[in-house]
Structures are given as C-alpha cells and as structure tokens.
C-alpha cells in the first residue's frame, strides 16, 4: 500500500509529460496511449529504483524505453533512427510534405505549423527538442533520458532548433507564395 501512495504522489504528476513524449515519438495518440500504460505498469513494477523524489525524468527514461521497444515492434526504420548517427538524419529532413500552397492557405495557425516542423524531425532531434522545449528537462536530465553524453543532448538541439527555423522558413515561404 505505501508503493501505491508513492507511486501515486511521484508519478502519476507526470503522467502528461509521460503522454506528451510517447505522442511525439509515436506520432500516435493510440499509440502513445498504449505506450505509456505499459510504462506506467513498468514503473509500478520497479518504483523501487526511483531514488530520491524527482520521478519525472525517471519516468520519461521509462517511456522513451517503451517507445523504443514499441517502435522496435512496429515501425523499425523510426526506433533505429533515436540511436542512429544524426549526421544522416539531419541531412533527410525538409519542409513538412503537407504543406502544398492549397493546404498552406487552410493552415495559418503559428502553433500548427511548429507542430508539424517538430513531427517532421528525425526521431533523435524530436525526442531532443520535445524533453527541452515542451517538458522542460535540463541538459543533463535529457541526457539520463536518452542514454546519451550531455553533449550529445546539446548538438541534438542545436541541430533541431537549426532544422526547426529551416523548415519553418520554408513554411513560411510556401505561405507567401500562395498568397502573392
């Protein structure tokens, strides 16, 4: 009973960042669903390991695990990508597909448009920019998370946020040109 009230008072806070990270990895709301319900399994399982009362990048190095294991299952080429050299990776990304100047007069919203710049980003720079930008974890955090150097969380931004102004450039630009 006392795990069930630790596990309730450290984890579930966090359930959103959990869900927040498992969507942006998947690319799913289904799938980040069934993604963080096993994580939540997992680290009610092993909240023994949790050291300390900071349960949230504890609980996102569990979930990018699933992720993993769950991308490992379902879409190989996406999981090989998060471990994968991002020298390749960053060389494949370009302005999102969908946005065609049609499609680009139907999507003015700013926050569309950076969602659908961070969901066109190899997996490792997602994963990157997602742990930073929208769940706040510093430097070293993130490096727990992904089991990488703390310079390796840096470069992965700096290339992310580089990829990001890019493709939103080029956002921009299709914009400009539909409208003129």
């Known amino acids: 009973m006392q795990d069930r009230a630790r596990f309730e008072s450290l984890v579930l806070p966090h359930l959103d960042a959990a869900y927040n990270l498992a969507r942006w990895l998947t690319r799913s709301d289904v799938d980040a669903q069934d993604v963080v319900q096993e994580a939540l399994a997992r680290a009610l399982r092993y909240l023994a390991t949790l050291h300390g009362h900071d349960a949230r990048p504890w609980l996102l190095a569990i979930v990018r695990n699933e992720c993993m294991s769950w991308l490992r299952a379902h879409r190989p080429g996406e999981a090989q990508s998060l471990d994968d050299d991002e020298e390749g990776a960053a060389q494949q990304v370009a302005?999102?597909?969908?946005?065609?100047?049609?499609?680009?007069?139907?999507?003015?919203?700013?926050?569309?448009?950076?969602?659908?710049?961070?969901?066109?980003?190899?997996?490792?720079?997602?994963?990157?920019i997602v742990l930073r930008e929208l769940e706040g974890l510093s430097y070293r955090e993130i490096a727990g998370v992904a089991g990488v150097p703390v310079g390796t969380v840096m470069s992965r931004l700096a290339r992310a946020r580089r990829l990001l102004a890019q493709s939103l450039r080029a956002i921009a630009q299709a914009s400009h040109r539909s409208v003129t």
Not at 100 to 121: C, K, N, V, Y
């Open 95 to 128: 302005a999102p597909a969908q946005y065609e100047p049609e499609r680009m007069a139907m999507q003015r919203g700013d926050m569309r448009m950076l969602h659908e710049a961070i969901a066109a980003l190899p997996a490792a720079f997602r994963e990157a």
